[in-house]
């Protein structure tokens, strides 16, 4: 069984800590990334998630965003599920969306990645 709770880590060397994890399976913690848009050192960043609740079969699905606030004017939304490998080790798949605010209606095209 995958628990979310803990210390990740990244491919990318960014870390996210999922301090609280509510029986109802809400979650938040903090945000580390080593990957900005803005260039500048990265500061810690809030998260809030969901964890779909599963009986004891199955492996848990999962969202959370993350708000970039104190360096830049993006949010990131995460949506993944949590697995466990063969040789025991848990591991969150995830994918993302970026939306990085713009100056007008028209530059809306360029917003998310």
């Known amino acids: 069984q995958c628990q979310l709770n803990g210390l990740w880590r990244n491919d990318q060397g960014s870390l ?19 990957v900005t848009l803005s260039g500048v050192c990265a500061q810690v960043s809030p998260l809030k998630g969901a964890q779909q609740q599963l009986g004891e079969e199955g492996w848990p699905t999962f969202a959370f965003t ?9 949010t990131t939304a995460f949506v993944g599920q949590c697995f466990v490998d063969a040789g025991g080790k848990e591991m969150l798949t995830t994918m993302w969306l970026l939306c990085e605010a713009v100056g007008s209606l028209e530059e809306d095209w360029k917003a998310t990645r």
Request: net charge neutral; hydrophobic share 35%.
């Open 66 to 74: 993350v708000r970039w606030d104190k360096f830049s004017n993006a």
């Open 16 to 34: 996210m800590e999922i301090s609280v994890l509510r029986d109802n399976g809400d979650f938040q913690g903090q945000y580390l990334t080593r």
